[in-house]
């Protein structure tokens, strides 16, 4: 799934994520058969970092969210592209969280299978008929659930499904019980890895997995990262709360279009886009117009137009600009790599030729990963 990012400038962060958790990424990208990436600790590192590839093409063009939401092992991507974590914390907290979840599965293995046709009632009542270890692990969209816990149980609770009505059951090919109690052995591990890591205040909202709501306090996601193993994703009442919050736009980053379709089902009447290869980000900049998701935005009475893009920061800290341009930017001319500044000793670069048509962060700011700098014209 790697394969169509290896020519992109994005590609970088996949040796970024090798050094920072000693694995090879790249393998995992481009060269693990199947049998491979079923093993979660596998699966969820490289999802991870390809979703941050894409993400960070995304943003190139300038397009930030306003608001986050990831299913499962997707809150992290989500809590990344917030600016609540490094993209190298982000990395390091996916390898510990898919070690501990298939050290979890590998100790206790189980099964997941997704009912089609079922309301979250009825297959909740599904797996008390079945009347083992099952439980309803995702409640995905109208009328599709999954049901996650021992294969012989989940199997039986397939069977009453099908009874109460379900059109379809289909097994998921993954390697253990997840979103169970079943993953209970894997929040000590987890619990540590999150005590050690460096969590920020998001910068937008992101809607929680466990209770569907938005959080923005750093203190908060810590636990509900560790509540979110054993708990159902509630991903259709997330996408109904980001919709009732005004979200009209839902945009995908990342392989697959399958929370695509879930959106579809869930919320008919809005705005989809899945970006999972280059082409993809031509499409978006396309369809989307670049808005800031930050508090600071272009001067009262102007806009940003189709051609016009955002000059972004790659750190957090304290910008400054560069000499040159202390005086006289607004109106002048800069061409790719052209340095507009520094945040902290991380230097801003242009990713794009045009002229700069506004300043938005100020001289001694403390500013966001990825929030924005100045506004140029490409023309």
């Known amino acids: 799934m790697g ?32 049998s491979e990436l ?13 979703s941050l590839v894409v993400l960070d093409a995304v943003r190139q063009t300038g397009i930030e969210p306003v608001a986050c939401a990831g299913h499962s092992l997707g809150e992290y991507t989500a809590l990344t592209a917030a600016g609540a974590l490094s993209f190298a914390t982000g990395v390091r907290l996916v390898r510990a969280r898919g070690d501990a979840m298939q050290a979890a599965a590998d100790a206790r ?3 997941m299978a997704a009912v089609i046709g079922l309301d979250d009632d009825a297959a909740a009542e599904a797996c008390e008929q079945a009347g083992g270890d099952v ?10 659930v999954v049901l996650s816990g021992d294969p012989q149980a989940v199997k039986a609770a397939g069977e009453a499904a099908r009874a109460l009505g379900a059109r379809r059951v289909l097994p998921i090919p993954v390697g253990g019980a997840f979103h169970t109690p079943y993953m209970a052995p894997a929040t000590d591990d987890l619990r540590r890895a999150l005590a050690e890591a460096e969590i920020d205040r998001p910068a937008v909202r992101v809607v929680a ?24 994703v509630r991903w259709r009442q997330s996408l109904q709360r980001l919709a009732d919050d005004g979200v009209t736009t839902f945009v995908e980053v990342g392989p697959g279009t399958v929370l695509t379709g879930l959106t579809k089902r869930t919320l008919p009447d809005a705005g989809t886009v899945s970006v999972s ?11 989307v117009p670049p808005v800031p998701a930050h508090p600071a935005v272009p001067p009262e009475g102007e806009h940003l137009h189709m051609a016009e893009r955002l000059v ?23 061409e790719v790599g052209d340095v507009l500044g520094t945040v902290g000793e991380e230097e801003v670069r242009s990713r794009f030729s045009g002229v700069i048509m506004g300043i938005i962060a100020h001289d001694g700011e403390q500013l966001l990963p990825s929030q924005p700098v100045a506004w140029l014209r490409t023309a």
């Open 209 to 232: 997995n466990v209770d569907a709501e938005p959080h923005l306090g750093d203190h908060e996601w810590a636990e509900l990262l560790q509540a979110q193993l054993c708990s159902p």
């Open 135 to 144: 439980w309803v692990a995702n409640l995905n969209a109208p009328g599709q």
């Open 109 to 111: 293995p189980g099964a």
């Open 3 to 34: 394969t169509p990012w290896t020519d992109h400038a994005s590609w970088s962060l996949v040796d970024e994520a090798s050094e920072a958790i000693g694995r090879d990424v790249a393998h995992l990208l481009l060269e693990a058969e199947a």
């Open 277 to 287: 290869a280059p082409e993809d980000v031509e499409r978006l900049a396309e369809a």
């Open 38 to 50: 079923t093993s979660t600790a596998n699966a969820q590192v490289a999802t991870y970092v390809l």
């Open 312 to 334: 972004v920061s790659p750190a957090a800290g304290v910008f400054s600009p560069a000499e040159r341009w202390r005086e006289h930017l607004t109106g002048t001319r800069v």
